[in-house]
């Protein structure tokens, strides 16, 4: 089974949660909130964050401690 992590990241412009890496999915974007919601694999963690950390039109990443089963697959 493949982990999944959900992070909310705050943003100054939602065009640009459009142009994410393919490799995470946003599940939700609320242009009017300035907010959006994503998962990606939990073993591409460091990576995913490093790449978030580096771009400059997030204001702030939250990870979410809730394990979503859902969200999860079999390899």
């Known amino acids: 089974m493949i982990e999944r992590r959900s992070l909310v990241i705050y943003f ?14 946003v599940q939700y974007a609320s242009a009017k909130s300035n907010y959006a919601i994503i998962y990606f694999n939990l073993k591409h963690e460091k990576e995913v964050l490093k790449y978030l950390d580096e771009q400059k039109w997030i204001k702030s990443i939250e990870k979410s401690e809730v394990a ?4 999860a697959f079999k390899d």
Request: zero cysteines.
């Open 12 to 25: 100054d412009d939602i065009n640009m949660v459009k142009g994410l890496r393919k490799d995470i999915r």
């Open 68 to 71: 979503y089963e859902k969200y």
